[in-house]
């Protein structure tokens, strides 16, 4: 299960994760955070043969179709879910439980090295670090690091006040 703050990634990741591995021959299914018919599809999708993926957005919201999942025993069928990350952090004994004990959690909050720097690379690519533009990279990197937390969503928030977005947002 992956977790993170709003505006962080989830919900691309699950799209990236679901493309990736349809490609690899998977059958790749997707509820949302406000879909209730996933309760409805489990007699469905036991019956499915094959590698099957289950992307699960807003893990709290289905909790009771994670356990019936598990509940089938099948080894062929994942689950890759998300949550926010201050609901993972009240409620991840329930989570674990949900999928009996059996669950890795993953942080998208905080962008690695690797990360970044391929962020900056980025961002100088298309020019928007606004006044930051012609700061060097050890500078980028530390503002990334300390202003921002390391968090994308504020990353993303500076680089909106960059002259370049500005003047896309002025063409609308």
């Known amino acids: 299960m992956i977790y ?3 505006g962080n990634g989830k919900t691309t990741f699950l799209d990236s994760v679901g493309y990736k591995l349809a490609a690899r021959n998977f059958q790749v299914y997707r509820a949302t955070s406000n879909s209730s018919i996933i309760l409805k599809e489990i007699p469905i999708i036991r019956n ?5 993926v289950l992307l699960i957005d807003d893990a709290f ?7 019936s999942i598990i509940a089938l025993g099948r080894k062929d069928i994942h689950i890759v879910a998300s949550a ?3 609901q993972t952090e009240l409620q ?3 989570i674990t439980n ?15 090295e690797k990360e970044i720097s391929a962020c900056i690379g980025f961002l100088d690519k298309y020019a928007l670090w606004g006044s930051r533009q012609a700061l060097p990279f050890e500078q980028k990197k530390r503002f990334i690091e300390k202003d921002c937390s390391s968090e994308l969503l504020f990353v993303i928030l500076e680089a909106l006040d960059s002259p370049n977005i500005g003047r ?4 609308f």
Do not use: M, Q, W, Y
Request: zero cysteines.
């Open 168 to 171: 896309a947002f002025r063409r």
């Open 92 to 94: 991840e004994g329930e």
């Open 84 to 86: 926010r990350t201050s």
């Open 4 to 6: 993170s703050n709003t």
């Open 48 to 52: 499915i043969p094959g590698d099957i």
């Open 61 to 67: 919201s289905h909790i009771d179709a994670i356990k």
């Open 98 to 112: 949900a999928f009996n004990n059996a669950v890795e959690l993953f942080s998208l909050d905080r962008l690695n």
